[in-house]
């Protein structure tokens, strides 16, 4: 195995547990707080083969936990995680094996996500087997261990262990911050797969999105700046929809291009294998297909197809009915609640004499309605516990499409006033500079100096805390694992159970993306501020979560889910909000008459529109050397699936697989075995 059972992983979860209480008198030995039931606890967690070591902060106790890489592959075969492999198949993991399972991008056998899910596994699986109850002390108190229960639930239970949390790499933290977080000489350039490594694929492929995005966002940059500088003369007044023109065609191609972007990225690192999913689900029932001994049985089966098909459907339909009445009653509640206040706020901005008052006027607005959006938000997620969801991405999915669907209405609708009903493109534009001046500042202000304050108050309250009373020398945190603990969490605004700290930076793109783009005609020059601000947001976006915040809890996610939807939503509304910015433009007189520049732009819609739906068609969405991989997996998990199904009467197959690879010093072959268990 290529002494891979020696590979080790440094410290990477802690326990905070509460600290003994040693001023009355109590035993302390070498700096540490004798409690029976904190050592029990470390007894139990080295018995099951985690690394720990002992850490007294301030206020608490902590330990933080490692593992070498053969107790986490012990923990991934319990879990049956399933490992692409050699062959193209997704695999349950069987740690005698390990040789024949894809290793990740920087040559780990584990993910960060894997290796969460085993250590949580290690962690929460220590359970009573002893076949009695055991009683355990700690500071006078008796508590009490019951068969089959695990340790460090109960000791949760009583409050003794208060978190667990991940903890940052400092090696891995340092050299990320050095290339990555203040390393602005790459401008876009970002180790993507570095980042996947260390924090997941859900965080990494948000840093590819906003990565690309900044990117390619300099094209209509560079063309909103020749607009503003460049004198056209007489052909000034063309300029606005041949400027539309290409920004469409633009924010087309990068959408679908991020898509091939996305497989491939899948693809690297081996996340995406359709074919080899699932592929002996079935075969608990294959004696019985293939062999049918009693009508009866035959019959019973039927039904039971039956019941479960009805069951299915019955739940299918009851929860988009709920879905349809949670989403009518959002909407009903926006339009009555928010809508007035919205025209409030336009109106009052079109009155306003002074510019100073107007952005006064635009900040306090952006304060009260990030009250009001999180107000929103807890309703959004109380409507969503009454629906029925497959699963927590699900329920995701539904709190952004209600959440953003109250940010469109506050974002857009006093726009939307300015732009179609007073037609004041010198207004609009004033409107469109100061929201994203302002909100820039505001959304920056809240993603970095918000978590070094939090951080701040606690690390201050609790020095304080334990200075009370102490006359001689003052108490200081010392530990990095405390300094950690006290770092606030990288979660959502709202809905923290749903959603992680990500939902707050898409959402931040996705109405910057819309701004930009459905006013384009009336200011250009926004895709500067944008483009400016994109390219700060990346390092801004690292530094918080390397420097400020604790290292997030890493979420399984292939691609950016249900923004992805909102930013196609958003592209089709900018065809249909420019081409009326270009009505209001041509026609000042407002007679409306179908004359040939109002026809033009009428076709020129449906062109545009045409071409958004139909560019899917002509640029496939997965890379050609992707889909090739994916067919050759397919065709080799047809093989093996047909092989299988021949000797479906045997307990165990071995399949020997020959491979090729290449070595430093020379091509040799290797030849694994992979054991496939069958349930007949």
């Known amino acids: ?44 967690l080295e018995k099951v083969g985690l690394a720990v070591e002992r850490v007294v902060g301030v206020s608490d106790e902590f330990l933080k936990l ?44 584990f993910s960060w996500c894997e290796r969460f899910r085993c250590y949580m596994h290690l962690i929460y699986g220590i359970v009573n087997q002893t076949g009695s109850v055991v009683n ?65 694929m859900k965080i990494a492929t948000y840093f590819a999105f906003l990565g690309m995005y900044t990117r390619w966002i300099f094209f209509p940059a560079a063309l909103g700046l020749a607009l503003q500088l460049i004198d056209f003369g007489s052909w000034r007044s063309l300029m606005p929809p041949a400027f539309f023109t ?52 035959a019959k019973k089966v039927e039904e039971d197809k039956l019941t479960e098909k ?52 635009t900040a306090v607005y952006l304060l009260i309605i990030q009250y009001l959006t999180k107000i929103g938000g807890k309703v959004s997620v109380k409507l969503i516990k009454c629906e029925y969801n497959r699963n927590s991405e699900s329920k995701a999915d539904s709190l952004i499409y209600k959440v953003f669907g109250l940010y469109f209405m506050q974002t857009y609708i006093g726009l939307f006033y300015h732009a179609i009903l007073h037609r004041n493109f010198l207004t609009l534009r004033k409107i469109l500079t100061q929201r994203m001046i302002a909100s820039q500042v505001l959304q920056s202000f809240v993603e970095n100096c918000i978590p070094y304050l939090k951080y701040s108050f606690k690390k201050h309250r609790t020095v304080n805390k334990n200075n009370k009373g102490k006359l001689n020398g003052k108490v200081q945190l010392t530990s990095r694992v405390e300094k950690e603990h006290l770092k606030p969490s990288y979660s959502a605004s709202i809905g923290e159970e749903l959603e992680d700290g990500l939902f707050d930076d898409f959402l931040e793109l996705a109405l910057q993306f819309g701004m930009i783009m459905m006013f384009a005609c009336a200011f250009p020059l926004a895709f500067c501020l944008a483009a400016l601000n994109n390219a700060a947001e990346i390092r801004t976006d690292a530094l918080k979560l390397l420097a400020m915040m604790r290292r997030p809890v890493p979420r399984a996610s292939a691609t950016i889910g249900a923004w992805l939807n909102i930013f196609q939503f958003l592209l089709v509304m900018s065809i249909c909000t420019n081409c009326a910015l270009l ?33 899917s068609r002509f640029v496939p969405e997965e890379p050609a050397w992707v889909r090739a991989s994916r067919l050759k997996n397919a065709e080799q998990a047809q093989y093996f699936d047909n092989l299988l199904l021949f000797n479906y009467k045997e307990r165990t197959i071995e399949v020997r697989i020959v491979l090729r690879r290449n070595s430093s010093l020379k091509e040799r072959n290797c030849s694994y075995v992979i054991r496939v268990f069958l349930i007949v």
């Open 583 to 615: 009505v209001c433009l041509y026609d000042q007189e407002r007679k409306w008459r179908l004359e040939p520049g109002l026809a033009a732009i009428l076709v020129m819609e449906h062109v545009l529109l045409f071409f958004k739906f139909g560019f």
């Open 310 to 361: 009805q069951a299915y459907q019955r739940d299918e339909w009851f929860g988009h009915l709920l879905r349809f009445r949670n989403d009518a009653f959002f909407i009903s509640s926006i339009i009555c609640l928010q809508l007035p206040f919205e025209l409030a706020y336009a109106h009052l901005y079109e009155i306003a004499r002074s510019d100073i008052i107007k952005f006064g006027l």
């Open 66 to 109: 490692g593992a070498p890489m053969a107790v986490l592959g012990r923990a991934a075969a319990e879990l049956e995680i399933r490992k692409p492999t050699y062959i193209g198949l997704d695999l349950q993991f069987e740690w005698d094996e390990v040789d024949a399972f894809v290793r990740q991008p920087d040559g780990t056998l």
């Open 246 to 297: 290409l920004l469409i065609s633009w924010a087309v191609m990068f959408l679908q291009f991020w898509k091939r972007k996305n497989s491939a990225m899948l693809a690297r690192w081996k996340t995406s294998h359709p074919a080899g999913v699932g592929m002996r689900c079935n075969l608990v029932n294959t004696e019985k297909n293939y062999h049918p001994s009693h009508t009866e049985l």
């Open 136 to 200: 355990l002390d700690f500071d006078g108190r008796r508590i009490r261990w019951d068969i089959g229960r695990s340790l460090v639930e109960v000791l949760e239970s009583e409050d003794l262990v208060k978190e667990v949390f991940p903890l940052h790499e400092e090696t891995k933290r340092k050299h990320l911050l050095k290339n990555w977080a203040l390393n602005w000489m790459d401008f876009t350039q970002q180790p993507i797969d570095e980042i996947y490594s260390y924090f997941g």
């Open 1 to 44: 195995m290529g002494g891979t059972g020696e590979e080790k992983t440094g410290f990477e979860i802690a326990l905070v547990v509460s600290k003994k209480d040693v001023e009355d008198g109590r035993d302390e030995h070498h700096g540490r707080c004798c409690s029976d039931c904190a050592e029990f606890l470390v007894l139990e």
